[in-house]
């Protein structure tokens, strides 16, 4: 398996060129990138900015894992607004473009939500709806990922849907495309369930990894915590990832990053993340 590092887990105003150069000096193999509104790598990215990206990434030696956004949060499949679903869909139009511009080959994408409760005044969508409009939308957008040879992988989340592996596994399996597949966060489950049986049930549907660790006793978002300093039983994890023959990126996102010294988060992780693969002298 190869480590990256999410470039959520830097500060926010630090430029991707930064970021590539601190993530090939702590140690990573790959970092992965974010789709913005405005700013670096938006919507309206050109082709230069593209080829300035991979320049970079090229120049410093270091892959490129996956690429995410946090923009399905503000326009989701699941929206009883159509407007705001066709903005969804061309959102993913726009990162499975990017995505194969940058070599990627799996996107992270959140189908919506039945309601989010960390962000005030969101939409808050029936269940049945909610699954509904969530498959109608990938089902339009698997030919796009066919054709750009990148899969959608779906992210679990905290938005009271698709709650249970078992889920998950039939809403991937309802396209019949193996380019749909599981973006799976190892501790987005912890608060309600154990990541090493969602690897077992999900097998070889898992595309990507995230890594991350939660402390079941904070609860809510306090309960993000370092790697190895919360309930995460990685032993378990790697052994089930090994298990289903998984050998693509697990990639970190630290959240909240330091409020001091930030970088440091970046170099503790990479450590941590050396004793979790069994690499070297963590």
Known sequence: MKKGIN????????????????????????????????????????????????????EAELEIAGLATGLYWDYAMTSANPETQSKAIDICKKQLELAAALGVDTILVIPGAVGVDFILGSEVTDYEYAYNRAQESIAKLVPFAESANVSI??????????LSPLELRGFIDSFGSSYVGSYFDVGNVVQNGYPEQWVRILGNRIKKVHFKDYRRQAGGLHGFVDLLAGDVNYPAVMEALQAIGYDNYVTAEMIPPYTHHAEQIIFNTSKAMDAILGRGNA
């Open 153 to 162: 992988g779906i992210e679990n989340v905290w938005n009271k849907f698709l």
């Open 7 to 58: 470039i959520w887990s830097f500060k926010n105003d630090t430029t991707i060129a930064s970021c590539i150069q601190t993530a090939k000096k702590a140690g990573f193999d790959g970092i992965e990138l974010s789709l913005n509104g405005t700013g670096e790598l938006s919507l309206a990215a050109t082709d230069q900015e593209i080829r300035d990206i991979k320049a970079r990434l090229e």
